[in-house]
Protein backbone atom coordinates (compact mmCIF):
# COMPACT_ATOMS: atom_id res chain seq x y z
CA UNK A 1 0.00 0.00 0.00
CA UNK A 2 2.72 2.41 1.19
CA UNK A 3 5.84 0.70 0.08
CA UNK A 4 4.90 2.10 -3.35
CA UNK A 5 5.97 5.34 -1.64
CA UNK A 6 8.70 4.37 0.39
CA UNK A 7 10.18 2.83 -2.83
CA UNK A 8 10.53 6.04 -4.16
CA UNK A 9 12.54 7.43 -1.20
CA UNK A 10 16.32 6.75 -1.38
CA UNK A 11 17.37 7.52 2.06
CA UNK A 12 19.22 5.22 3.92
CA UNK A 13 16.85 4.88 7.11
CA UNK A 14 18.57 2.34 9.16
CA UNK A 15 21.83 4.29 9.04
CA UNK A 16 19.58 7.92 10.21
CA UNK A 17 17.68 5.82 12.44
CA UNK A 18 20.75 4.53 14.25
CA UNK A 19 22.26 7.69 14.48
CA UNK A 20 19.58 9.67 15.87
CA UNK A 21 19.38 6.96 18.73
CA UNK A 22 22.79 7.18 19.47
CA UNK A 23 22.65 11.01 19.98
CA UNK A 24 19.78 10.77 21.80
CA UNK A 25 20.87 8.11 23.82
CA UNK A 26 23.95 10.62 24.90
CA UNK A 27 21.94 13.44 25.36
CA UNK A 28 19.38 11.51 27.58
CA UNK A 29 22.74 9.95 29.58
CA UNK A 30 24.21 13.75 30.62
CA UNK A 31 20.92 15.15 31.26
CA UNK A 32 19.45 12.10 32.89
CA UNK A 33 16.37 12.10 31.38
CA UNK A 34 15.47 8.56 30.39
CA UNK A 35 12.25 9.72 28.66
CA UNK A 36 14.11 11.28 25.89
CA UNK A 37 15.11 7.62 24.55
CA UNK A 38 11.27 7.15 24.33
CA UNK A 39 12.07 9.29 20.95
CA UNK A 40 13.88 7.10 18.81
CA UNK A 41 11.59 4.16 19.59
CA UNK A 42 8.15 6.09 18.91
CA UNK A 43 10.14 7.43 15.29
CA UNK A 44 11.11 3.72 15.08
CA UNK A 45 7.10 2.79 15.12
CA UNK A 46 6.42 5.66 12.76
CA UNK A 47 8.88 4.68 10.19
CA UNK A 48 7.42 0.85 10.47
CA UNK A 49 4.21 1.86 10.15
CA UNK A 50 5.02 4.00 7.02
CA UNK A 51 6.70 1.32 5.11
CA UNK A 52 4.85 -1.87 6.71
CA UNK A 53 1.38 -0.67 7.07
CA UNK A 54 0.76 -4.16 6.43
CA UNK A 55 2.00 -5.29 9.31
CA UNK A 56 0.84 -2.30 11.85
CA UNK A 57 -2.28 -3.41 10.98
CA UNK A 58 -1.61 -6.89 12.07
CA UNK A 59 -0.25 -6.01 14.90
CA UNK A 60 -2.87 -3.21 16.52
CA UNK A 61 -5.21 -6.86 15.59
CA UNK A 62 -3.45 -8.88 17.67
CA UNK A 63 -3.38 -6.24 20.90
CA UNK A 64 -6.79 -5.18 20.99
CA UNK A 65 -7.61 -8.23 23.36
CA UNK A 66 -4.44 -7.07 25.24
CA UNK A 67 -5.86 -3.22 25.35
CA UNK A 68 -6.48 -1.58 28.66
CA UNK A 69 -8.54 0.92 29.54
CA UNK A 70 -7.11 3.49 31.37
CA UNK A 71 -10.50 3.86 33.41
CA UNK A 72 -10.30 0.52 34.74
CA UNK A 73 -6.76 1.45 35.72
CA UNK A 74 -8.10 4.62 37.56
CA UNK A 75 -6.37 6.97 35.77
CA UNK A 76 -8.75 9.63 35.35
CA UNK A 77 -12.24 9.39 33.46
CA UNK A 78 -10.71 9.31 29.93
CA UNK A 79 -11.95 5.94 28.25
CA UNK A 80 -8.61 5.48 26.44
CA UNK A 81 -7.33 2.33 25.66
CA UNK A 82 -3.93 1.40 25.25
CA UNK A 83 -1.73 0.88 23.07
CA UNK A 84 -4.44 0.45 20.66
CA UNK A 85 -5.86 3.77 20.09
CA UNK A 86 -2.70 5.65 20.33
CA UNK A 87 -1.74 3.66 17.57
CA UNK A 88 -4.80 3.64 15.34
CA UNK A 89 -4.52 7.64 15.69
CA UNK A 90 -1.73 7.65 14.42
CA UNK A 91 -2.41 5.05 11.60
CA UNK A 92 -5.50 7.31 10.68
CA UNK A 93 -2.85 10.49 10.16
CA UNK A 94 -0.56 8.57 8.27
CA UNK A 95 -3.17 7.01 5.72
CA UNK A 96 -4.92 10.54 5.74
CA UNK A 97 -1.16 11.72 4.26
CA UNK A 98 -0.61 9.09 1.58
CA UNK A 99 -4.02 8.97 0.40
CA UNK A 100 -3.58 12.84 -0.14
CA UNK A 101 -0.06 12.34 -1.79
CA UNK A 102 -0.10 9.04 -3.21
CA UNK A 103 -3.99 7.70 -3.38
CA UNK A 104 -3.07 4.68 -1.48
CA UNK A 105 -6.81 3.37 -1.20
CA UNK A 106 -7.69 1.62 -4.76
CA UNK A 107 -10.53 3.60 -6.47
CA UNK A 108 -12.88 0.78 -5.73
CA UNK A 109 -12.74 0.83 -2.13
CA UNK A 110 -13.44 4.68 -1.92
CA UNK A 111 -16.20 4.11 -3.94
CA UNK A 112 -18.11 1.55 -2.89
CA UNK A 113 -21.70 1.48 -1.40
CA UNK A 114 -20.53 1.02 1.87
CA UNK A 115 -17.60 3.90 2.01
CA UNK A 116 -20.07 6.41 0.69
CA UNK A 117 -22.46 5.40 3.30
CA UNK A 118 -19.31 5.66 5.80
CA UNK A 119 -18.55 9.34 4.46
CA UNK A 120 -22.26 10.22 4.80
CA UNK A 121 -22.51 8.95 8.78
CA UNK A 122 -18.94 10.67 9.48
CA UNK A 123 -20.30 13.61 7.25
CA UNK A 124 -23.15 14.13 9.36
CA UNK A 125 -21.99 13.55 12.76
CA UNK A 126 -19.70 16.56 11.76
CA UNK A 127 -22.47 18.38 11.45
CA UNK A 128 -24.21 17.13 14.73
CA UNK A 129 -21.00 17.85 16.61
CA UNK A 130 -21.37 21.55 15.64
CA UNK A 131 -25.04 21.98 16.59
CA UNK A 132 -24.46 20.04 19.74
CA UNK A 133 -25.26 21.02 23.03
CA UNK A 134 -21.92 20.20 23.98
CA UNK A 135 -19.67 20.38 21.01
CA UNK A 136 -16.15 19.01 22.62
CA UNK A 137 -17.55 16.05 24.02
CA UNK A 138 -19.46 15.69 20.20
CA UNK A 139 -15.77 16.37 18.38
CA UNK A 140 -14.02 13.73 20.39
CA UNK A 141 -16.93 11.53 19.47
CA UNK A 142 -16.38 12.29 16.14
CA UNK A 143 -12.17 11.78 16.43
CA UNK A 144 -13.16 8.85 17.89
CA UNK A 145 -15.27 7.37 15.36
CA UNK A 146 -12.71 8.25 12.44
CA UNK A 147 -9.72 7.02 13.73
CA UNK A 148 -11.40 3.03 14.11
CA UNK A 149 -13.36 3.50 10.88
CA UNK A 150 -9.94 5.30 8.75
CA UNK A 151 -7.77 2.59 9.40
CA UNK A 152 -9.97 -0.92 10.29
CA UNK A 153 -12.26 -0.35 7.30
CA UNK A 154 -9.90 1.39 4.82
CA UNK A 155 -7.10 0.17 5.34
CA UNK A 156 -8.77 -3.38 6.21
CA UNK A 157 -10.74 -3.15 2.76
CA UNK A 158 -7.20 -2.42 1.00
CA UNK A 159 -5.62 -5.28 3.05
CA UNK A 160 -8.36 -7.69 2.06
CA UNK A 161 -8.36 -7.65 -1.35
CA UNK A 162 -5.86 -10.12 -0.91
CA UNK A 163 -8.35 -12.87 0.34
CA UNK A 164 -6.02 -14.61 2.66
CA UNK A 165 -5.30 -11.89 4.75
CA UNK A 166 -8.70 -12.19 6.06
CA UNK A 167 -8.09 -15.31 7.91
CA UNK A 168 -4.77 -13.99 9.44
CA UNK A 169 -6.88 -10.96 10.42
CA UNK A 170 -9.70 -13.57 12.14
CA UNK A 171 -6.66 -15.67 14.20
CA UNK A 172 -4.82 -12.91 14.83
CA UNK A 173 -7.34 -11.73 17.08
CA UNK A 174 -8.99 -15.25 17.96
CA UNK A 175 -5.69 -16.41 19.17
CA UNK A 176 -5.01 -13.86 22.07
CA UNK A 177 -8.70 -13.33 22.76
CA UNK A 178 -8.40 -16.99 23.70
CA UNK A 179 -5.40 -16.69 26.33
CA UNK A 180 -8.11 -13.77 27.62
CA UNK A 181 -10.61 -16.56 27.84
CA UNK A 182 -8.55 -18.94 29.67
CA UNK A 183 -7.52 -16.37 31.90
CA UNK A 184 -11.03 -15.10 32.58
CA UNK A 185 -11.95 -18.42 32.95
CA UNK A 186 -9.99 -19.42 35.89
CA UNK A 187 -10.40 -16.34 37.78
CA UNK A 188 -14.19 -17.22 37.74
CA UNK A 189 -13.58 -20.06 39.14
CA UNK A 190 -11.80 -18.99 41.67
CA UNK A 191 -15.01 -17.62 42.53
CA UNK A 192 -17.30 -20.56 42.21
CA UNK A 193 -18.42 -19.09 38.94
CA UNK A 194 -21.23 -16.80 40.79
CA UNK A 195 -23.44 -14.32 38.77
CA UNK A 196 -21.76 -11.21 40.35
CA UNK A 197 -18.47 -12.16 39.45
CA UNK A 198 -18.91 -12.62 36.08
CA UNK A 199 -19.52 -8.52 36.02
CA UNK A 200 -16.11 -8.06 36.58
CA UNK A 201 -13.62 -10.54 36.61
CA UNK A 202 -12.32 -9.99 32.52
CA UNK A 203 -11.02 -6.85 33.93
CA UNK A 204 -9.32 -4.45 32.81
CA UNK A 205 -9.29 -6.39 29.28
CA UNK A 206 -13.19 -5.89 28.45
CA UNK A 207 -15.69 -3.36 30.87
CA UNK A 208 -17.95 -5.71 31.81
CA UNK A 209 -19.80 -8.85 30.32
CA UNK A 210 -22.20 -7.98 28.24
CA UNK A 211 -19.02 -6.38 25.94
CA UNK A 212 -17.11 -9.58 26.65
CA UNK A 213 -19.93 -11.52 25.65
CA UNK A 214 -20.36 -9.79 22.63
CA UNK A 215 -16.93 -10.68 21.70
CA UNK A 216 -16.96 -14.46 22.73
CA UNK A 217 -20.66 -14.60 20.72
CA UNK A 218 -19.10 -12.98 18.04
CA UNK A 219 -16.49 -15.60 17.29
CA UNK A 220 -18.75 -18.54 17.78
CA UNK A 221 -19.90 -18.49 14.11
CA UNK A 222 -16.50 -17.85 12.64
CA UNK A 223 -14.98 -20.78 14.95
CA UNK A 224 -17.59 -23.09 13.62
CA UNK A 225 -17.19 -22.21 10.21
CA UNK A 226 -12.87 -22.74 10.31
CA UNK A 227 -13.86 -26.44 12.10
CA UNK A 228 -16.58 -26.98 9.04
CA UNK A 229 -14.34 -26.26 6.45
CA UNK A 230 -13.24 -28.43 3.75
CA UNK A 231 -9.88 -29.24 3.39
CA UNK A 232 -9.16 -28.64 6.94
CA UNK A 233 -6.56 -30.84 8.68
CA UNK A 234 -6.92 -33.14 11.33
CA UNK A 235 -5.12 -31.19 14.23
CA UNK A 236 -6.32 -27.65 13.06
CA UNK A 237 -10.17 -29.35 13.42
CA UNK A 238 -9.30 -30.66 16.86
CA UNK A 239 -7.77 -27.58 17.95
CA UNK A 240 -11.00 -26.06 16.59
CA UNK A 241 -13.68 -27.88 18.07
CA UNK A 242 -11.73 -27.39 21.57
CA UNK A 243 -11.89 -23.69 21.00
CA UNK A 244 -15.45 -23.58 20.13
CA UNK A 245 -16.22 -25.71 23.48
CA UNK A 246 -14.15 -22.96 25.05
CA UNK A 247 -16.11 -20.38 23.93
CA UNK A 248 -19.60 -21.98 24.36
CA UNK A 249 -18.75 -22.69 28.04
CA UNK A 250 -17.57 -19.08 28.50
CA UNK A 251 -20.42 -17.78 27.11
CA UNK A 252 -22.90 -19.23 29.52
CA UNK A 253 -20.68 -18.16 32.40
CA UNK A 254 -20.93 -14.44 31.18
CA UNK A 255 -24.70 -15.09 31.96
CA UNK A 256 -24.61 -12.13 29.15
CA UNK A 257 -28.59 -12.62 27.83
CA UNK A 258 -27.70 -10.57 24.59
CA UNK A 259 -24.85 -13.18 23.63
CA UNK A 260 -27.07 -16.17 24.20
CA UNK A 261 -29.84 -14.73 22.16
CA UNK A 262 -27.55 -13.60 19.33
CA UNK A 263 -25.63 -16.97 18.80
CA UNK A 264 -29.22 -18.57 18.31
CA UNK A 265 -30.47 -15.85 15.92
CA UNK A 266 -26.96 -16.50 14.07
CA UNK A 267 -28.00 -20.80 14.10
CA UNK A 268 -31.05 -19.65 13.20
CA UNK A 269 -30.59 -17.89 9.87
CA UNK A 270 -27.22 -20.09 9.10
CA UNK A 271 -30.41 -23.26 9.00
CA UNK A 272 -31.95 -20.59 6.47
CA UNK A 273 -28.95 -20.50 4.10
CA UNK A 274 -28.25 -24.20 4.47
CA UNK A 275 -32.10 -24.90 3.91
CA UNK A 276 -31.40 -22.96 0.26
CA UNK A 277 -34.84 -20.88 1.26
CA UNK A 278 -35.99 -18.47 -1.53
CA UNK A 279 -36.18 -14.81 -0.61
CA UNK A 280 -39.94 -15.07 -1.48
CA UNK A 281 -40.17 -17.88 0.81
CA UNK A 282 -38.48 -16.33 3.62
CA UNK A 283 -40.11 -12.44 3.52
CA UNK A 284 -43.62 -14.69 3.37
CA UNK A 285 -42.90 -16.44 6.72
CA UNK A 286 -41.09 -13.07 8.11
CA UNK A 287 -44.97 -11.14 6.90
CA UNK A 288 -46.70 -13.82 8.53
CA UNK A 289 -45.15 -13.66 11.76
CA UNK A 290 -45.32 -10.19 11.95
CA UNK A 291 -49.21 -10.45 11.03
CA UNK A 292 -49.73 -12.80 13.91
CA UNK A 293 -47.47 -11.09 16.66
CA UNK A 294 -49.55 -8.00 15.32
CA UNK A 295 -53.00 -9.47 15.93
CA UNK A 296 -51.78 -11.14 19.23
CA UNK A 297 -50.07 -8.17 20.81
CA UNK A 298 -52.23 -7.33 24.12
CA UNK A 299 -52.11 -10.84 24.64
CA UNK A 300 -48.38 -11.10 24.48
CA UNK A 301 -48.05 -7.90 26.45
CA UNK A 302 -50.09 -9.29 29.43
CA UNK A 303 -48.18 -12.73 28.94
CA UNK A 304 -44.60 -10.72 28.96
CA UNK A 305 -46.06 -8.75 32.11
CA UNK A 306 -47.07 -11.83 34.07
CA UNK A 307 -43.73 -13.14 33.66
CA UNK A 308 -41.38 -12.77 37.37
CA UNK A 309 -38.51 -14.51 36.55
CA UNK A 310 -35.51 -12.58 37.17
CA UNK A 311 -31.86 -13.06 35.69
CA UNK A 312 -30.32 -15.65 37.98
CA UNK A 313 -27.48 -18.44 37.51
CA UNK A 314 -29.56 -20.63 36.07
CA UNK A 315 -29.31 -21.03 32.26
CA UNK A 316 -32.54 -21.47 31.50
CA UNK A 317 -34.42 -19.23 33.63
CA UNK A 318 -31.77 -16.66 32.61
CA UNK A 319 -32.99 -17.04 29.34
CA UNK A 320 -36.73 -16.95 30.38
CA UNK A 321 -35.83 -13.22 32.45
CA UNK A 322 -35.47 -11.65 28.83
CA UNK A 323 -39.04 -11.34 28.75
CA UNK A 324 -39.61 -9.99 31.86
CA UNK A 325 -40.76 -6.72 31.70
CA UNK A 326 -42.11 -6.68 35.29
CA UNK A 327 -39.61 -7.17 38.31
CA UNK A 328 -36.02 -7.61 36.20
CA UNK A 329 -34.36 -4.17 36.94
CA UNK A 330 -32.31 -4.78 33.73
CA UNK A 331 -35.13 -4.92 31.47
CA UNK A 332 -36.71 -2.38 33.00
CA UNK A 333 -34.21 0.03 32.93
CA UNK A 334 -33.64 -0.68 29.22
CA UNK A 335 -37.13 0.53 28.98
CA UNK A 336 -36.31 3.80 31.12
CA UNK A 337 -33.08 4.11 28.46
CA UNK A 338 -35.49 3.72 25.31
CA UNK A 339 -37.91 6.19 26.80
CA UNK A 340 -35.09 8.76 27.41
CA UNK A 341 -34.01 8.34 23.98
CA UNK A 342 -37.62 9.23 22.52
CA UNK A 343 -38.40 11.92 24.55
CA UNK A 344 -35.31 13.67 23.41
CA UNK A 345 -35.87 12.63 20.02
CA UNK A 346 -38.88 14.44 20.31
CA UNK A 347 -37.21 17.80 21.33
CA UNK A 348 -34.52 17.72 18.57
CA UNK A 349 -35.71 15.20 16.06
CA UNK A 350 -33.57 16.89 13.26
CA UNK A 351 -30.03 17.27 14.76
CA UNK A 352 -30.20 15.60 18.29
CA UNK A 353 -28.17 16.69 21.11
CA UNK A 354 -24.89 15.76 19.21
CA UNK A 355 -22.82 12.80 19.28
CA UNK A 356 -21.84 11.30 22.31
CA UNK A 357 -23.84 12.85 24.75
CA UNK A 358 -26.86 10.83 25.39
CA UNK A 359 -25.23 9.43 29.01
CA UNK A 360 -24.78 13.11 29.82
CA UNK A 361 -27.93 14.30 29.10
CA UNK A 362 -31.12 11.76 29.05
CA UNK A 363 -31.21 11.82 33.56
CA UNK A 364 -34.16 15.29 32.82
CA UNK A 365 -35.90 13.04 30.50
CA UNK A 366 -36.68 9.87 32.49
CA UNK A 367 -40.10 9.90 33.93
CA UNK A 368 -40.51 8.49 37.52
CA UNK A 369 -43.29 5.85 36.80
CA UNK A 370 -39.96 4.43 34.56
CA UNK A 371 -37.26 4.62 37.26
CA UNK A 372 -35.95 1.77 38.13
CA UNK A 373 -33.69 0.79 41.82
CA UNK A 374 -30.36 1.26 39.31
CA UNK A 375 -31.57 4.18 37.52
CA UNK A 376 -29.43 7.36 38.37
CA UNK A 377 -29.72 11.21 37.95
CA UNK A 378 -26.20 11.83 37.66
CA UNK A 379 -25.48 10.91 33.99
CA UNK A 380 -22.90 8.80 35.08
CA UNK A 381 -23.28 5.79 33.95
CA UNK A 382 -24.71 3.62 30.60
CA UNK A 383 -25.79 4.82 27.54
CA UNK A 384 -29.41 4.13 25.70
CA UNK A 385 -28.68 0.35 25.12
CA UNK A 386 -29.45 0.28 21.63
CA UNK A 387 -27.52 0.99 18.87
CA UNK A 388 -30.61 2.73 16.74
CA UNK A 389 -32.51 4.67 19.29
CA UNK A 390 -28.88 6.01 21.17
CA UNK A 391 -27.71 7.59 17.62
CA UNK A 392 -31.78 9.10 16.87
CA UNK A 393 -31.32 10.96 20.53
CA UNK A 394 -28.23 11.95 19.41
CA UNK A 395 -27.77 12.81 15.99
CA UNK A 396 -31.85 12.92 15.17
CA UNK A 397 -33.97 11.26 12.30
CA UNK A 398 -31.23 11.55 9.54
CA UNK A 399 -28.68 9.98 11.91
CA UNK A 400 -30.38 7.16 12.59
CA UNK A 401 -31.20 6.35 9.01
CA UNK A 402 -27.23 6.95 8.28
Same mark, same amino acid.
Request: no cysteine.
Given at each position: MIERLSNEMKIHWPEVGSALFLVLTMLAFFRQQWEIVMIPIIIAIGLFAFFKPKYLFFAIVFMTPFSINLEELGRGDIAFYLPTEPLLFGFMLLIILAQLCCQIIPRSVIRHPVSIAFFIYLGWLFITSLTSVQPIVSLKYLVSRAWYIIPIYFAGATIFLQQKNIKRFLLLYLVPFLAIVIYTTFRHASYGFEEDAAHWVMEPFYRDHTQYGAVVAFFIPIVFGFITRTHQTIEARMLGILALMLLFVTMIY $???? *? *? %? %?? =? @?? *?? /??? &?? =???? *? $? @?? %? /??? /?? &????? @? =? %?FSFDDLLMQLQKNRIDSSENLVENVESITNISTDASNLERLNRWNSAFEMTREKPLVGFGPGTYMFQYAPYQKSKDLTIISTNFGDVGNAHSEYLGPLAETGIPGLLT
Open positions: $TYSR *A *A %L %LS =V @LV *AF /IFW &LI =VKSR *A $T @LS %L /IFG /IG &LIMAI @L =V %L
